[in-house]
């Protein structure tokens, strides 16, 4: 007992008068209606993705019955004779005559532009960031700061209008053509005048993608505390080495997190790659300058067509495609959020796609 | 100090420099390339006449109206859903949504639409329709709203909240009077921002909303609706010269668009600056 | 503008002289009881078995060391403490008798009848007007409000510093005219109580004056407990003080009252060692 010179409780502890119907009402009025509301409000991002898993797995679910695990180790997908009467019977599914279908020319395209892009992307995007957030005069920040928000916000089908009009058949007239010539492996087939094709998707995504990570590194560049900067300088360091020394480790972890968000957009990216990857079917891409396709642009371009197959199955197969995009898609990100949690940050959010 | 690391200095800051060019070059690169393309059409005619008349203003008018829906249903869900997140979420549900919420900013686009146009335009019959479009829009968007709705609560300070709870506020004049009018500057250019993603986005457009040359409808179903990124998409294929200047036209005008949105955007957050600053407690 | 109407009911009590230590307490003498409070963040017990009574239209202060739970326990005596998730308190508090934590008790019935003043002012950013008269609309009043604002105003000793640029905003106001202002502010709402967490601690001395003179002032009409880490401060204006310390426990470091008596009796004849070791400076 640690209190001293305890008064007596009052005797008459009664409660203030106060009536009992009101007490009941305020009772049952607890949870406010706002909360209610804007409760269920809360829930709706969680219910749609909930639905959208639920949509696409039961969309593939007789694809991935027909297909098995050939779906994995086939390069072709093709609808088969979708006007004949033959029919092809797997599993208890039917597809029509001829039908095959594989995703892993798809994934294979699609693992492959999205890495070009990142290997691009990332050093260009830091470097940038660096000298600008570092060496930019402070009143250029902010309109820096729109200009990079502007980039980011280019519809990707005026990427798709630029690769297709200005920087395609620029590349395939003053870099493929010449390399093309020297027949290395990898570097020589394929090459197309408007230079549709697995490099030209890459580095029109990487530029997509830059905006991206740049601003996010500018972001982590200004957020050093500036009396480090000074410290190092004070020990007579060079700026770059200041910026080794200071600036990199205080935001490798936000340019593993940035990276991150660009390759999951990378790898989602659809009608950019639609119309610069020449969309070459039922074959790995036999060079970096060759026609290719992704999972995403696949199911772009062939949506229409599939629902021609009065089987259904071309429509379902395509799902089964998105639902490996989606996993792989979703991997990434919680590879990237558990590396960056490991690291002791937090992915920013931006759309994935 | 030696010249090797004078040298190494001078390499370093050179490689940054040319990073950052680019950065910027392939930008202004697409930005001339749309604009110098689209030149033989720039003109009046683009806001007066159809696109079956060489014109642009049904798919602007369809623009602004998708747009329009999308700020109406991703906004109210979204800006809803941040609010409950920042103010009132038990912390398990609040990690549970967030979580959530996180990994729908992560489906791909397209995976999106493909939903939708089995979901919305096949199974309930909407047809290609409006409701559909702008419905694949909001849940695009959404995630970004929430995000950006939480974040701009939480920078307002929880000493006024407590204030307000002291002189006995309920929750809702709290909520209404107190917490939201501080952070509103934040919460709309994260809204207007999230319009300017959706411009630009045409992968859950291109299966859910379809195209005609007339002006948009107000009928939610049903009936298909014009917009920029649909003429971008269908003209650029076309062998039609002039049909491939009205592509790039339809490029510029969205970038406008895209413009105007995020300038608004930053205006809204520089003027409440000033007052946000003196509020930090 | 009288605190002696009973806001939920509307009730006139007779108003109660000052009351003084040579005065036995009765009942109504004592306006909120605590009896054998515990209190936890989480798992992490932060107060301990408090149990104390504050009388009417007195000043009580609580004093003790950084970590002795005395604003934790001051935010017990409004419900405040019920906006930070998980926590949980064990014991009664009572307000005139009543149950503060019963079921059907209302936190912002509560905090309209027990006010409250900030450590570091708080005032929303809006006019100064605004401030004063927000939360009386907001909890029912229609019409005019100027009359209430002016008078909140002058109790608060602010009126005349402010009479002229009401409509500014209130971030245009010194550190101490802003704490005023909060104080204006938990006025205008009527409250029985007023419970000041250091209100002075971010001010300069002269502010520090007004304030204390200002509570010397709204002793008449409220009772007022204050929390401060100042014990000159507790000593000159506080007619019971309470002395809280840390205890160290193989469990973690708890709060627990020590002593409380008269702020006379506290300061010049403690009857525990430790509080005695505290008020002469010999610890914390």
């Known amino acids: ?353 | 100090m030696g010249i090797w690391r004078r040298l190494r200095n001078v390499g370093f800051w050179t490689l940054c420099g040319l990073a950052a060019l680019a950065i910027a070059a392939p930008a202004l690169w697409v930005l001339y390339t749309v604009f110098h393309q689209s030149l033989p059409v720039i003109g009046w005619r683009l806001l007066t006449h159809n696109t079956n008349a060489g014109g642009l203003k049904n798919a602007i008018l369809g623009t602004l109206w998708l747009l329009f829906g999308v700020l109406v249903l991703a906004g109210i869900v979204g800006v809803g859903s941040g609010i409950y997140l920042a103010e009132f979420a038990p912390r398990g549900i609040g990690q549970v949504a967030r979580f959530f919420s996180d990994v729908l900013a992560g489906m791909p686009s397209i995976v999106l639409g493909y939903v939708a146009y089995i979901t919305l335009v096949v199974q309930a019959g909407w047809g290609y329709s409006y409701l559909a479009g702008v419905i694949a829009l909001s849940v695009l968007v959404l995630p970004y709203i929430v995000k950006t709705t939480e974040v701009a609560l939480r920078q307002v300070p929880t000493a006024l909240r407590e204030g307000a709870a002291g002189l006995g506020m309920t929750e809702r004049i709290i909520l209404w009077k107190i917490v939201l009018p501080p952070a509103l500057p934040g919460i709309m250019s994260g809204v207007i921002v999230a319009l300017a993603i959706s411009t630009g986005e045409l992968a859950p457009l291109l299966f859910t909303v379809g195209f005609t040359d007339n002006n948009p409808s107000l009928a939610l179903t049903h009936q298909q609706v014009p917009y920029l990124t649909s003429v971008i998409f269908t003209n650029l294929q076309l062998p039609d010269p002039q049909a491939q200047y009205l592509s790039a036209a339809a490029g510029a005008m969205s970038l406008l668009l895209l413009v105007i949105l995020i300038l608004i955007g930053r205006l809204i957050t520089a003027r409440s600056v000033k007052a946000t600053r003196r509020m930090a407690l | 503008m009288s605190p002696t109407v009973n806001l939920s009911t509307g009730e006139r009590r007779p108003l109660l002289r000052p009351g003084t230590s040579e005065v036995a307490p009765t009942a109504d003498d004592i306006v909120l009881s605590t009896q054998h409070v515990s209190f936890f963040y989480g798992d992490v017990q932060a107060l301990s078995d408090i149990s104390l009574d504050v009388h009417r239209q007195e000043i009580t202060a609580l004093i003790g060391p950084s970590g002795c739970g005395k604003t934790t326990f001051l935010r017990c005596l409004n419900r405040l403490n019920d906006m930070v998730p998980r926590t949980r308190l064990e014991g009664q508090v009572l307000f005139d008798g009543e149950d503060l934590y019963a079921k059907s008790v209302r936190p912002i019935d509560i905090r309209r009848r027990i006010g409250m003043v900030f450590q570091r002012a708080n005032p929303f950013p809006k006019s100064i007007y605004e401030n004063v008269a927000i939360a009386p609309r907001a909890n029912g009043q229609r019409g005019n409000l100027d009359d209430l604002v002016e008078e909140s105003l002058r109790r608060a000793a602010l009126w005349d510093e402010v009479k002229d640029k009401l409509k500014s905003s209130a971030f245009d106001l010194s550190g101490g005219q802003q704490q005023r202002l909060c104080i204006a502010r938990a006025i205008a709402v009527e409250p029985e109580v007023l419970l000041m967490d250091e209100p002075a601690s971010a001010l300069d001395p002269v502010a520090t004056q007004a304030i204390e003179d200002l509570m010397q002032d709204l002793k008449r009409d409220y009772t007022i407990v204050i929390v401060t880490h100042n014990m000159q401060q507790a000593a000159r204006t506080s007619d019971r003080t309470a002395f809280f310390t840390v205890d160290q426990r193989p469990e973690g470091r708890v709060g627990v009252l020590v002593e409380y008596d008269d702020t006379n009796t506290i300061f010049t004849n403690p009857k525990d060692p430790r509080t005695e070791d505290y008020v002469t400076g010999r610890f914390g």
């Open chain 1, 1 to 353: 007992m640690t209190s001293f010179h305890l008064k007596a409780t009052p005797a008459d502890s009664a409660p203030l008068p106060q009536r009992q119907g009101a007490r009941a009402r305020r009772a049952l009025s607890r949870v406010d209606p706002m909360r209610v509301v804007l409760g269920a409000l809360a829930l709706i991002p969680t219910l749609v993705l909930a639905f959208l898993v639920y949509k696409i797995f039961s969309e593939a679910w007789p694809a991935i019955r027909f297909n098995g695990w050939s779906f994995f180790t086939t390069k072709t997908f093709t609808m088969g004779n979708l006007y004949g009467s033959a029919l092809e019977h797997r599993n208890g599914q039917v597809a029509a005559g001829g039908a095959q279908y594989g995703v892993l020319a798809f994934v294979l395209g699609t693992l492959l532009s999205s890495l070009i892009a990142l290997l691009v992307a990332v050093p260009v995007a830091v470097g940038g960031a660096i000298l600008l957030g570092e060496k930019l005069p402070a009143v250029l920040q902010a309109p820096l700061g729109v200009f990079l928000e502007l980039l980011a916000g280019i519809p990707s089908v005026v990427f798709g209008l630029w690769g297709v009009y200005s920087f395609g058949p620029w590349l395939s007239r003053s870099v493929y053509a010449p390399i093309s010539h020297l027949g290395l492996p990898w570097l020589s087939a394929g090459v197309s005048s408007n230079g549709q094709g697995l490099l030209t998707s890459g580095l029109v995504l990487a530029v997509m993608i830059v905006p991206i990570i740049a601003s996010i590194t500018r972001e982590l560049v200004r957020s050093v505390p500036g009396n480090t900067r000074e410290g190092a300088a004070a020990l007579g360091l060079t700026s770059a080495e200041s910026v080794r020394v200071v600036t990199l480790p205080f935001i490798h972890r936000g340019i593993v997190a940035a990276s991150v968000l660009g390759l999951a957009r990378a790898l989602g990216e659809t009608i950019a790659v639609l119309i610069i990857s020449g969309n070459a079917l039922n074959t790995y891409p036999v060079s970096l300058f060759a026609p290719f396709s992704t999972m995403a642009s696949t199911i772009a371009a062939m949506l229409d067509s599939a629902l021609t197959d009065s089987t259904g199955m071309a429509v379902h197969s395509l799902a089964e495609v998105g639902l490996v995009l989606v996993s792989i898609t979703l991997v990434v990100n919680f590879a990237g959020r558990y590396i960056a949690r490991s690291l002791g940050t937090n992915v920013p959010i931006g759309r994935g796609a």
